[in-house]
């Protein structure tokens, strides 16, 4: 298991954002005083990128936050269709938090988003929501492979080895799925219908997806 600060699996550590935010700005003021003012300022734009960047992560988990994922629900549709959004929630987490405390907790927010975070389509992005729930953001993808997305997200979180962070521990998450293929599609719509078939993914024993089947009209879970 990846210790707490060494960052996702596969990757080098590298500077922080307030520590790239910094550097920009030093580069940019040593052109300056030497009159490249054209290097300056592209240093400049890099500065200004990250300090924007940052305002649109999730401090605690450093998946997007809710105001990054509004400008794409409610902002200029930029995505070609086909789109799918997932919405998840973590099962019982409240029991997490009063079982382990808070600090484990905020360790398993974070845990589950690198987790989320794996293995997105292009383009594809994970935005925390509010609380415990995240929207995974799927776009260019058919609901079948939308589908297999988020299983393959559901069951990274629940083999996870969670009992190496605190003994006894156990993590799962219940996803829904929803998935458009005209053009443009509705996020907002969207969105909106996968809350309600959170609560069927709840309903049906948690630890699932839950998904409407284009062709049956009924509702689909899948489960280990």
């Given at each position: 298991?990846?210790?707490?600060?060494?960052?996702?699996?596969?990757?080098?550590?590298?500077?922080?954002?307030?520590?790239?935010?910094?550097?920009?700005?030093?580069?940019?003021?040593?052109?300056?005083?030497?009159?490249?003012?054209?290097?300056?300022?592209?240093?400049?734009?890099?500065?200004?990128?990250?300090?924007?960047?940052?305002?649109?992560?999730?401090?605690?988990?450093?998946?997007?936050?809710?105001?990054?994922?509004?400008?794409?629900?409610?902002?200029?549709?930029?995505?070609?269709?086909?789109?799918?959004?997932?919405?998840?929630?973590?099962?019982?987490?409240?029991?997490?938090?009063?079982?382990?405390?808070?600090?484990?907790?905020?360790?398993?927010?974070?845990?589950?988003?690198?987790?989320?975070?794996?293995?997105?389509?292009?383009?594809?992005?994970?935005?925390?929501?509010?609380?415990?729930?995240?929207?995974?953001?799927?776009?260019?993808?058919?609901?079948?492979?939308?589908?297999?997305?988020?299983?393959?997200?559901?069951?990274?979180?629940?083999?996870?080895?969670?009992?190496?962070?605190?003994?006894?521990?156990?993590?799962?998450?219940?996803?829904?799925?929803?998935?458009?293929?005209?053009?443009?599609?509705s996020p907002e719509r969207q969105l909106r219908s996968a809350d309600v078939l959170l609560y069927a993914?709840?309903?049906?024993?948690?630890?699932?997806?839950?998904?409407?089947?284009?062709?049956?009209?009924?509702?689909?879970?899948?489960?280990?």
């Amino acid at each position: 298991m990846v210790a707490e600060g060494e960052g996702t699996p596969g990757r080098t550590a590298g500077p922080r954002p307030p520590d790239l935010l910094r550097l920009h700005e030093a580069i940019a003021d040593l052109f300056a005083t030497q009159g490249d003012w054209r290097r300056a300022y592209q240093h400049l734009r890099s500065a200004l990128d990250i300090a924007r960047d940052g305002n649109l992560r999730d401090a605690l988990t450093s998946s997007y936050n809710r105001r990054y994922l509004d400008e794409r629900l409610y902002g200029p549709f930029t995505d070609g269709p086909p789109l799918a959004l997932a919405l998840i929630d973590l099962d019982r987490f409240k029991s997490v938090n009063d079982t382990y405390g808070h600090l484990v907790g905020d360790r398993v927010l974070r845990r589950v988003a690198d987790l989320l975070q794996e293995n997105l389509p292009p383009g594809g992005f994970c935005a925390r929501y509010g609380g415990e729930e995240f929207v995974l953001w799927l776009p260019g993808i058919d609901a079948r492979r939308a589908v297999h997305v988020v299983e393959d997200a559901r069951v990274r979180v629940a083999r996870h080895p969670w009992s190496e962070l605190q003994p006894g521990l156990r993590v799962t998450i219940s996803a829904s799925l929803a998935h458009e293929s005209g053009t443009p599609p509705s996020p907002e719509r969207q969105l909106r219908s996968a809350d309600v078939l959170l609560y069927a993914a709840k309903r049906a024993g948690r630890n699932k997806v839950a998904y409407r089947d284009a062709q049956t009209a009924q509702l689909m879970t899948h489960s280990e």
